[in-house]
Nanobody, 122 residues
Framework: QVQLSESGGGSVQDGGSLRLSCAAS????????MGWFRQAPGKEREFVAL????????LYADSVKGRFTISNDNPKNILSLQMNNLRPEDTAVYYC???????????????WGQGTQVTVAS
């Protein structure tokens, strides 16, 4: 099992930016897929973005496409999510997750971080 730890959350104004990081305790295997998900109060956990750890093929939710960028730093075992032009509806707890399937279904991911709060004020 890989331990994941998110950081970088906080509070910003509408239109602001934040960069989330997720540190993995061990180097992900070659078939690993890493994803970001979010959950707002009273809502289901939803897909934000994912990337193949080796190969970098990324996928985004329509709601964040063009505003968020997912990336990974292989030597440092760090997954990042650059979030620009944030909106109040982006407010949620953001989680990073590790899996082996290239899927937006959160149930397929086996390892999760503790989450980091992102709040966007209007």
């Amino acid at each position: 099992q890989v331990q994941l730890s998110e950081s970088g959350g906080g509070s910003v104004q509408d239109g602001g930016s934040l960069r989330l990081s997720c540190a993995a305790s061990a180097r992900p295997f070659s078939r690993t897929v890493m994803g970001w998900f979010r959950q707002a109060p009273g809502k289901e956990r939803e897909f934000v973005a994912l990337i193949r750890w080796h190969g970098g093929s990324a996928l985004y939710a329509d709601s964040v496409k063009g505003r968020f960028t997912i990336s990974n730093d292989n030597p440092k075992n760090i997954l990042s999510l650059q979030m620009n032009n944030l909106r109040p509806e982006d407010t949620a707890v953001y989680y990073c997750a590790r899996g082996s399937q290239y899927t937006t279904n959160h149930q397929a991911y086996t390892d999760w971080g503790q989450g980091t709060q992102v709040t966007v004020a209007s």
